[in-house]
């Protein structure tokens, strides 16, 4: 899906505190140990895409034959005075790069100069390596439980990397897995059909009417995608949000989706904006296999459409209606089948999907064609006990998918230690300072508070 302006990487960003004043040189040399002695529980950081000639299949892992810890680890600082805006512009321009392709697809910026000593981690790991339920566990992986940064000497396992596949070795492959692919066509298009009767057939049951993809109102983030990010984050307490949730009888996803609602619509007003129609989002869902235990690595996302009701001035009733139509979106997903939409973008053929999505970036069809949502809410359930790394215990966590073409703004809330901490990522062209969102969400959790009667 990646292009030069959709940079398919996600975000992962941890404040620290460091336990004693110890020179900067000192914790970098820290983290790199501490995150080196712990490579070997995540395998997939030592391994590289490779690209199969022709486009012929999609790219495999192989481990990193040239893989060095220091191409992935950098260091910068945040502008003076140091504050969460100066780190927010600093975590933009990291955001605002790919990931190059000879070396896996992950880096890791130590920020130094935040004002309250503190020190900034952010991550970048791309999409094709873990999604958002991945990530977390990938997280707990390399993070340490305890202040104690552990025996960083001990006896790791041995690690031998991969040679590169040759061009006939990958050839054959992939001439293989077409082939055995081509198995599985007829009983997907069977399933796919099916899925899109059971929906037609439960059209007239539904209570309320679940938005479909393309029909969205035009907006000042909707639009082709330039390369440069904007970004911006702030946190609110889990208690209030999980308050709301229960004096509404709704669930913590339609508090989220209801206050970034609220969020929006003063974000709208400060620019004049009127929408013609409610806002559509989407919202990714974990595919979950039964049996399998905590995954690592690999996407299994679907997405949902869902309304965030703009045109409801009502918080309470906006939140309810977000909830009936929420509830009514997985039932659709679940009668057209959760792994379908999975199932088909492995089943498509590699180098037309990329073409395809080239072709739609670089003649800007985004700035013409409607897009199927107006931006990506996500709401993941992080740790819950404090996380440690270096021996710096980490105060606050981020996180933040990408937005995508036509699609550009993805807000993400990633729960820590009783915090649900909001990242917004945007395309700058379209949101050149995306703060006014991120500081109306507090404004719009107290509309919903004061509107189920929960206490301040």
Known sequence: METPSVHMHTLKVAIVDLPVKIPYNDLFDLVRVSMESKLHQVPRLRMRPVEVPGGLHHPVWVNDPNFDIGRHLFRTRIAEPGGSREMDQAIARIASTQLPRDRPLWETWMLEGLADGGVVLVTKIHHALADGVASATMLGKVMNLEADTGDVHAPTPSWVPDTLPSRTDLLKDAIREQRDQLVHIGPLMRRTLTGGVNVLKNLKKRAVAVPYPFVTPRTVFNRTLSPMRSFASTSLPLRDLKAVKNAAGVTLNDVVLATVAGALDRFFAAHGQTLSRPLVASVPMAVAIPGDGPRQEGNRVANLFTSLCNDVADPLERLRK????????????????????????????????????????????????????????????????????????????????????????????????????????????????????????????????????VSA
């Open 322 to 453: 977000i909830h009936a139509i929420t509830e009514q979106a997985k039932e659709v997903q679940q009668q057209l089948g959760m792994e379908t939409m999975l199932d088909w973008s492995e089943a498509a053929p590699a180098a037309a999907y990329r073409w395809v999505l080239r072709g739609y970036s670089q003649v800007r069809l985004a700035d013409y064609i409607t897009p199927p949502a107006n931006l990506v809410v996500s709401n993941v359930r992080g740790p819950d006990h404090p996380l440690y790394v270096a021996g710096a215990r980490l105060r606050r966590l981020y996180s933040v998918g990408p937005p995508v073409e036509g699609i550009g703004l993805n807000v993400t809330g990633w729960s820590y230690c009783g915090e649900l901490n909001f990242a917004l990522i945007a395309d700058a062209a379209g949101i050149p300072d995306p703060h006014l969102i991120t500081d109306s969400l507090a404004p719009a959790l107290e509309d919903l508070k004061l509107a189920t009667g």
